[in-house]
Every structure is written in C-alpha cells, then in structure tokens.
C-alpha cells in the first residue's frame, strides 16, 4: 500500500434507522411551557388552534435522546465524502469548498424568518439585495436586465430559449418560421433538452479537430430556420472559442439569437463578459459559481440576464427601485413569458452568492478565475504526462477552469477503463471526477479543480492517478476491483441504477432481502 493511498480509511458503521432505536420515554427536547403573560396575550394553544385541527394522538416519531440523534448523523456523515474531507474535481460543476461565512450570512434570523407573502413594505432588505445582486450580475455577464427566478441551470437555459421563441414571436414575427436551435456536440445535455421543451428542433454542429465548434458546420447550418445558436465559453473540454466573434455575426446575420451557458462561468469571471462577445443571453448557475453547496441535486439558483431588446420578456415579479428610493415588485410586464419558479426564486442561494461576490469584490472574482484556469492547467500539463493518459483536443492551447484528460489508451493497454480510475481515486481520499463527458472525447475524465484546491493537494491528486497508472500496468486489477477502502465496497451498477431494484432507503433494503435470499 502507498503512503498517498494509506490516508484515507473511511469509517463503517453499522446504523440502524433511528426508528429502530427508539425508546419508549425517551427524549431530546422538551418544548417549554408557554408563558402567562403570553398566553394572557394571544390566548392559549387550545384556543389558538380549532378542535378539529388538533391531533389526536401523538406522531409517530422515534423517542431518543439528542446525543443518540446527534452520533448517529455523525456516524453516516463519516461514511459519506465531501469537499470538506479532501480534493473534489468534479469542481465548480457540482461542489467547490464554499466559505462557511456565506452559509452563516444565509442563516441570519433576518433572512430566514420572512416570508414570500410579507408585505413588500416588510422585507426591504431582502428585496435590496436582490435588486443589488441583479446589477452586480448584470456587470459580471455584460447583460442589461436580469432575474433571479429561475432554481437552476437548467431552469435558466429553459427560460433564456422561451425568452429567445418570445422575441421571435413579438419582435421579429417569424415565430412559426424560427423553429430550429443549433447546438454543438460538446454541450451539456441539458441544453437540447431545454431547446426541445420550448418546441425546437435540435440542429447538433459538430465539433471541428481542435474541439472547438467549427465555423463552417455553424454556416452550413444557419438560416431562416435558426431561432438561435447555445453556446459554452470556454467548452466543455476547457478551451476557449476563439472564433467567437465570428460564429456571433454568422448568427446574428441570419436573425438568429446567442445563448450563453454560463456552466463554465468560474473560469472568465472579471477577466471576459458573454455579453462582450456577442451573446444576447446568459444564465449563470450561482450555487456552482458562487458558493453553494450543490452535489446531489441542489438547492440551486440559476439567474438569466438579457440584453435590452429582451427585456420585456423576462419573467415577472421584477425587483424595482421607486423614486423614493424603497423597493417593490412589479408585474405589469403584458409581454412577459410568465412567472418560472414560485414566488422569487431560491432565496438562500442568493443570500450565499451576493455574500461570495461582497466578500471578494472586483478583484477577487478575477483572482477566483486566475487560481482557477492556473490549477486546471497545472494538472492538465501533469496528467498528460503519466502513461495511459492523453490531453486530446487543442493540446497547445491553455485550458481554463476545467481540463478533460483521455484514458483510451490505458483502456486499449490494460482493460483498465475511465470508470474503473474513478472509483479508485476513492481509495485516495479523492473523490472521483466526472466520466465519461464531454462525449467527443472516449473514456473522459473530466477534472475541475477550482480555485479552492491548493498546490498540495493537486500534488497528491496527481501522485494517485501516477499510481493508479503503474497499478493499471502491472496489477490492473487491483484496480478493476476499486474502491478497498470505502464504507462499502464496489456496488453492482445494473442492479444500483435499476428501478427495479434500486434501493433508496435501508427500510427498501431490508423488504427486499426478505423477498430476494440472493441479494447481499
């Protein structure tokens, strides 16, 4: 065993549900007895509350004690792995270390305390630092006017392509004609998922031998059918379109509209604007960007701003500055395409994003995205040096926040697949990066280290796959076999991702053990 692998031993608990522990007269929390005064006040719980709203019996909730509650969150916190134990590259994508002070901003007892349906004359606060957040946003991307309703990226792709079919159907009147979206092959999923929502063919441009988007595809495919052109700047394999300008007018000429995946925006933030180069709308993914937590499917916050001709579109409230200087929400916008997420938007995240941008200011933000690009680059130049490991596409080019390194031919030498180095990187006490995408290039690994990983600890990451490397050449099913020292052991994929059996909850587990004598 290595020194690097010898690190990391996660912890193995055996936990029963805490239905299972409990006690009967046992108990965490009395809840005190209310006062007289306040009963004098309001009146007393029997009379606050109509009879037949009362419970009749207790709930059927586990009796236990707070240390019990406490250990035993613990003990599965310790058989899981986050980006507080060690390197996470799945990076700004879904987890980056997110200051602790952001999440305490998030908590204040004058965020959480108020409610969507409160007078607007009761939450000037909170309605000012939405109303401020959506300038500095607005800033950030080059874009005029912005919400900050929709709940995440993908939400905010859907509304950036209702908003671009709204300007086709009211501005340009060639709604029915501009039925197609273009989209490069190296997107993320979601964005021809979005585009087909909002009633659109899906135009697939592929990508040319540098792993750009190839400006000739972009002119054979535009035309009077082009509703617009989803873009992301830098791509994902981590590079730069520095045809940009060009593939904007080719677009623009022929009618169509940009759209900017700002999935990627951790890489150009204070250093490039979309709207600089050309893009009409952007969506900016704040929980990756900008610090909150997000494996797993949320919460999220995905903001889009337009340009000027699009902003009678956006949905409605919009946040307004009165003459007196107080705020309000409006929603006497006849030509918006509606409201996208209740009420206004994910709160919480954007608490979390405007405290990230306060914090670290104009200079900050480009620092942020200096770190960023120069940490994918130095593992990108390291990677590409340990055998079985390629750096495909644009080799010459500088990667920016993220680089996707080839295993194709470790697979061709040793059998030793993407999959198989991911999970064990987990023996590491690294978590594993993303597989398998972008699809233009085989057996990816797509490695995001953000500006948070230090020197150290890319050192560490580089020194496992190093091993994983000799490990794959000389005893490659060491590796094949991964993880070893994780809670549990190597999962059967089919049976983990089929509905059928795949098992959400330790209760689900057991029904099917007594069903199924085979299943270990």
């Not at 006040?41 to 709930?59: A, F, I, T, W």
């Not at 990108?380 to 990667?399: C, M, N, T, V």
Request: charged share 25%; with cysteine.
């Amino acid at each position: 065993m290595t020194k690097d692998e010898q690190r990391y031993k996660q912890a193995k608990w055996d936990v029963p549900l805490l239905f299972e522990k409990s006690t009967p007269g046992q108990i965490g929390h009395w809840f005190p007895v209310p006062e007289d005064a306040i009963v004098q006040e309001v009146g007393s719980v029997d009379e606050l509350v109509p009879e037949n709203m009362q419970r009749k019996k207790h709930p059927d909730l586990p009796e236990i004690s707070e240390p019990q509650i406490v250990r035993h969150f613990i003990r599965l916190s310790q058989m899981n792995y986050s980006v507080t134990q060690g390197t996470y590259p799945l990076g700004s994508c879904t987890m980056k270390y997110n200051p602790v002070v952001n999440n305490r901003c998030a908590s204040l007892n004058g965020f959480t305390n108020i409610h969507p349906f409160q007078d607007t004359s009761t939450i000037q606060g909170a309605l000012e630092l939405m109303w401020e957040l959506e300038k500095w946003l607005g800033e950030l991307s080059g874009m005029d006017a912005v919400t900050l309703q929709p709940a995440a990226g993908a939400q905010g792709e859907l509304t950036g392509v209702l908003l671009i079919r709204e300007y086709h159907r009211c501005i340009t009147k060639e709604c029915e004609q501009r039925s197609e979206m273009l989209i490069p092959d190296s997107a993320h999923g979601t964005n021809p998922a979005s585009a087909a929502m909002a009633g659109f063919d899906v135009v697939v441009l592929p990508s040319s031998d540098e792993g750009l988007v190839d400006t000739e595809a972009v002119k054979d495919a535009v035309g009077p059918k082009t509703a617009g052109l989803m873009l992301t700047n830098p791509n994902t394999i981590g590079v730069f379109e520095k045809d940009i300008e060009e593939i904007a007018a080719t677009v623009h000429d022929e009618g169509g509209l940009l759209y900017y995946d700002g999935a990627n925006l951790n890489a150009i933030m204070g250093m490039t604007r979309p709207g600089d180069m050309g893009f009409d709308i952007v969506h900016m993914n704040l929980h990756k960007t900008m610090s909150t937590p997000h494996g797993g499917g949320g919460p999220g916050a995905g903001p889009v701003g337009v340009k000027d001709k699009l902003a009678e579109f956006l949905p409605i409230p919009r946040i307004v500055r009165k003459a007196d200087e107080s705020f309000d929400l409006k929603y006497n916008y006849p030509n918006s395409i509606g409201k996208v997420h209740g009420f206004f938007g994910n709160f919480g995240v954007l608490v979390r994003a405007y405290s990230y941008i306060y914090a670290l200011g104009a200079d900050g933000l480009k620092e942020a995205s200096k770190l960023a690009v120069l940490n994918a680059n130095y593992c990108a130049r390291h990677i590409e040096e340990i055998q079985g490991f390629k750096l495909p596409y644009s080799q010459d080019a500088p990667r920016k926040h993220e680089c996707v390194i080839s295993a194709q031919q470790m697979k061709e030498d040793t059998g030793v697949t993407a999959m198989h180095i991911a999970k064990r990187l987990l023996d590491f006490g690294v978590h594993a990066p993303t597989v398998y995408f972008p699809q233009i290039v085989d057996e990816a690994l797509m490695i995001e280290p953000t500006e948070t990983e230090s020197k150290e600890e890319l050192d560490t990451f580089i020194s496992a796959l190093e091993t994983i490397s000799e490990e794959a050449y000389e005893t490659p099913e060491k590796v094949k076999n991964a993880p070893h020292s994780t809670a549990f052991r190597k999962l059967d994929e089919y049976r983990a991702a089929h509905p059928r059996t795949l098992t959400l909850s330790w209760r689900m587990f057991q029904e099917r053990l007594s069903k199924d004598n085979d299943e270990d």
